[in-house]
């Protein structure tokens, strides 16, 4: 497809294990960002890509917190420690450097 | 305060009502994106603008700069319209978005 991919859709974990979220963002877009978005509130900003460096992490709620994107296509977003306060569905979005972002259909995460 | 604030919170109109949701923000923005997102989850961009207006079909979208206020328009509405509407700015410098609480918008046939 042509669109902005995430794998899991839905990843039911314990409080304390690690996981591991994928994007693939549109073929071309050099800019990749990633929001969490809790329910009955909008997205909030976590990290955002240009190529292969973060550019922007201060969205990133703490250090159990990590992504990356090592050839500038794929992201990955690694959560350690989980807690049940990370629940929510995390979205990935990606974009020509500047332009309308294109999102993905999100992760849906529960820490149980 | 949030820095991106919308109104209303609910709206339910009746199809082919004219529909208007209010987006404010107390920052400084290079662009301003209004989305769709349908229950399940998907975010569509339906117009990212920094000054002007746009319009696409039903859609019509404006923002006033010096009033640090957007609205979004839906002449004609459907059943099909009922989505949650989000309004996101981008601040100026920066390319992440910040984004509204979203308006919840149900349109009875």
């Known amino acids: 497809g042509a669109g902005v991919s995430q794998t899991p859709s839905n990843k039911v974990t314990e409080k304390g294990k690690y996981v591991e979220l994928r994007c693939d963002p549109i073929?071309?877009?050099?800019?990749l960002y990633w929001y969490r978005q809790s329910l009955g509130q909008g997205p909030e900003f976590l990290i955002y890509f240009q190529g292969t460096g973060a550019a922007d992490d201060s969205g990133l709620p703490n250090d159990r917190f990590f992504a990356v994107r090592p050839e500038g296509s794929v992201s990955t977003l690694k959560i350690q420690r989980t807690e049940r306060g990370d629940s929510a569905v995390y979205l990935c979005?990606?974009?020509?450097?500047?332009?309308?972002?294109?999102f993905g259909p999100g992760t849906r995460l529960t820490v149980l | 305060k949030n820095e991106v604030e919308q109104s209303p919170q609910n709206l339910t109109a009746q199809e082919g009502e004219f529909i208007t949701i209010n987006c404010s923000y107390s920052?400084?923005?290079?662009?301003l994106h209004w989305l769709q997102q349908h229950p399940g989850g998907g975010i569509v961009s339906l117009f990212m603008?920094?000054?002007g207006k746009k319009k696409h079909g039903r859609l019509i979208a404006t923002i006033n700069i010096q009033e640090k206020h957007s609205s979004l328009h839906i002449t004609a509405s459907h059943p099909r319209d009922s989505a949650v509407y989000i309004c996101a700015v981008r601040q100026g410098g920066s390319e992440k978005l910040v984004f509204g609480k979203g308006t919840k918008l149900t349109v009875n046939p």
């Open positions: 603008l920094s000054s």
């Open positions: 979005a990606s974009s020509l450097s500047g332009g309308r972002q294109f």
């Open positions: 920052v400084g923005i290079s662009a």
């Open positions: 073929s071309g877009h050099t800019a």
